[in-house]
């Protein structure tokens, strides 16, 4: 019994060391249009620093470039979380992270990111994510109808209603996911 329990904490000590890093923080592309870099830099939104892990330089994460890196590009100013491994120079500093999966966190504003398949469901419509969590939204902005069918992300206030007893959800802004 006791081999077995260490045999399975050892696959899960294992497992975990295959999922690599993380990285957290808002996306920023630096340079020019030619030579631009995808970043994950230190962010600071509603006046709170996110607490977040951006590596050891200052101006954040460098994303290696690759196809993950060119679908995080498209999230500028949304704060995410990417996971990957370091890539080393030859002297075994970092150069930049490679990396194999992102999530999007919160909006740019600070709130908590909804993210999912949008789809149309009775009088509304609703948000999806992953792990199966639903969003109903009653009032959706012509655009965003627009993007039915695809993966977004969408910031949502709640805002208090004297009539309804739940409060009444407003999106403030939304976009496709790559």
């Keep these: 019994m006791i081999f077995r329990l260490l045999l399975l904490l050892g696959l899960l000590a294992y497992e975990g060391l295959a999922l690599g890093e993380a990285v957290e ?9 030619l030579k631009s870099v995808t970043f994950v830099s230190p962010g600071v939104f509603s ?6 892990s951006t590596g050891d330089k200052k101006e954040g994460t460098r994303i290696c470039g690759s196809a993950t890196e060119q679908r995080i590009r498209h999230l500028t100013d949304l704060i995410v979380r990417v996971t990957g491994e370091w890539q080393t120079t030859k002297s075994g500093e970092k150069e930049c992270f490679d990396a ?10 600070g709130r ?12 509304g ?4 994510s992953a792990d199966g969590r639903r969003l109903v939204l009653q009032e959706v902005p012509d655009g965003l109808k627009s993007l039915l069918g695809l993966n977004v992300m969408v910031d ?11 409060a ?11």
């Design 168 to 178: 009444t959800k407003v999106v403030v802004s939304y976009r496709s996911l790559p």
């Design 25 to 33: 923080g808002t996306v920023q592309i630096k340079g020019s249009a």
């Design 112 to 123: 908590e990111a909804v993210t999912g398949l949008l789809s149309r469901s009775g009088a």
């Design 100 to 109: 194999s999966d992102y999530t999007v966190l919160k909006a740019s504003s």
């Design 47 to 52: 006046g709170v620093s996110s607490g977040v």
């Design 156 to 166: 949502v206030k709640s805002i208090a209603s004297r009539q309804a007893a739940e």
């Design 125 to 128: 419509y609703v948000i999806e």
